[in-house]
């Protein structure tokens, strides 16, 4: 189960941290990335981890304003965002896969999925 949380109304600017939990997986085992998605639109890869090590990768649209990190003893991912955008207003996903990483991208090699959490970014 993933469970995300952190997600509110901000101005533009400002800064949030989501936070997604784990259980009945082993976290070690997966890959973890963060995807968002607003009404219509795909689902779009925000940041992630390599499998092993900690190789972070980022989408260009949040490139030098967002910081994905993960605890590995506590099962937890998190995405630090700051200088948020309205364009930055989308529902937030956490994800777990095994793929290979050249599938980080593409939200069809994700095994596990939280419900999402809710972030708005007034102007």
């Known amino acids: 189960q993933l469970v995300e949380s952190g997600g509110g109304l901000v101005q533009a600017g400002a800064s949030l941290t989501l936070s997604c939990t784990t259980s009945g997986v082993t976290f070690r085992n997966y890959r973890w990335s963060w995807f968002r998605q607003a009404p219509g639109k795909e689902r779009e890869f925000v940041s992630g981890?390599?499998?092993?090590?900690?190789?972070?990768y980022y989408s260009d649209a949040v490139k030098g304003r967002f910081t994905i990190s993960k605890d590995n003893a506590k099962n937890t991912l998190n995405l630090q965002m700051t200088s948020l955008k309205p364009e930055d207003t989308d529902v937030y996903y956490c994800?777990?896969?095994?793929?290979?990483?050249?599938?980080?991208?593409?939200?069809?090699?994700?095994?596990?999925w939280g419900q999402g959490t809710q972030v708005t970014v007034s102007s």
């Open positions: 981890f390599a499998r092993t090590g900690s190789t972070t």
């Open positions: 994800a777990a896969s095994q793929a290979v990483l050249s599938a980080m991208r593409d939200p069809e090699y994700y095994t596990y």
